[in-house]
């Protein structure tokens, strides 16, 4: 019987994710091209994926690419919860957050805008200012 759980999300870039999980102190494998990485779950049951976050040193979270081109999350989840100690949805919620964050500053140049203030709120809302030349 298999303790793993698949999270889907919207993630379609795997940079602006590595990105994230640097923000976050995540250590964490890249498959090589063409290669799989092993994610560990209870009892020794592994899985194979893109990447495989280190969430403890039982306890990994993997990151797999389903058919319609986006990420999704596969772990198991009370393992990483009691070892970690970080539940699903706080980390899916800390990893997306940042994930939108590097997802946005890359379009803000590929449009050519440069950046003129970067500025969080109480509410932990991140406001960028821009400015582009015409």
Do not use: P
């Not at 498959?31 to 209870?42: F, P, S, T």
């Not at 009370?78 to 100690?85: H, S």
């Not at 899916?92 to 957050?97: A, E, F, P, S, V």
Request: charged fraction near 30%; charge should be negative.
């Amino acid at each position: 019987m298999s303790h793993f759980t698949s999270v889907k999300t919207k993630i379609r870039d795997l940079a602006c994710l590595v990105r994230a999980l640097k923000d976050l102190s995540f250590e964490f494998t890249v498959a090589e091209e063409h290669e799989k990485v092993r994610v560990r779950g209870y009892q020794g049951q592994t899985t194979d994926c893109e990447l495989s976050i280190h969430a403890s040193k039982t306890y990994d979270i993997g990151v797999k690419l389903t058919a319609d081109g986006t990420y999704e999350f596969v772990a198991d989840w009370w393992g990483v919860e009691t070892t970690r100690g970080v539940t699903e949805q706080d980390f899916i919620k800390q990893l997306t957050r940042r994930y939108s964050y590097h997802k946005v500053m890359e379009e803000i140049k590929k449009k050519g805008y440069t950046v003129e203030s970067e500025e969080e709120t109480e509410n932990e809302q991140i406001q960028v200012r821009v400015r582009t030349w015409s």
